[in-house]
């Protein structure tokens, strides 16, 4: 296999958590339509490569953790357009843009974190407008947040 352009695209969590999402569908479909077709079968195999459902699954599995869960193509389309619109002469690079959008910082110290030389590129003032911006303009993962903590306690505790 060879890498032809490593850079052709880059996806947002969001992208990948629908595209995901339809794989396995998509899958399930298959698996169901094929039993269908042969229910004495019990030994039944798919083209579907064999580790694809377990990646898909621990995937989502992951995602289902971050901001992107509440996120919308109407929203990340929106969100984008109007950061650009109002913070062009930030002079956002594309990954930072993305890295804004999938991890939805909430504080200052997540902001400086995802944008590259924050202390020399902005004052505490713009950087408190960008962080305002996305609190505003991207949907709060406070809930699943939650829901992965109380996991994580029940886990603990199982053990």
Do not use: G, W
């Amino acid at each position: 296999m060879e890498i032809v352009n490593k850079n052709a695209a880059l996806l947002s969590n969001f992208e990948v958590y629908t595209l995901l999402k339809e794989t396995k569908e998509k899958s399930a479909q298959k698996l169901i339509k094929k039993k269908n077709l042969d229910p004495n079968n019990s030994n039944f195999s798919t083209n579907v490569d064999k580790h694809l459902p377990t990646v898909v699954y621990e995937s989502l599995k992951y995602l289902e953790k971050t901001p992107c869960v509440k996120q919308s193509a109407e929203t990340v389309n929106n969100f984008l357009t109007q950061l650009d619109e109002k913070f062009k002469e930030y002079n956002l690079t594309k990954l930072e843009k993305l890295q804004l959008l999938n991890h939805r910082p909430s504080s200052a110290v997540e902001l400086q974190s995802l944008i590259e030389d924050s202390e020399e590129r902005f004052t505490i003032e713009q950087m408190d407008n960008l962080l305002e911006f996305v609190l505003k303009n991207l949907p709060d993962n406070q809930e699943s947040e939650e829901n992965f903590e109380s996991e994580s306690l029940d886990n603990d505790f199982d053990n």
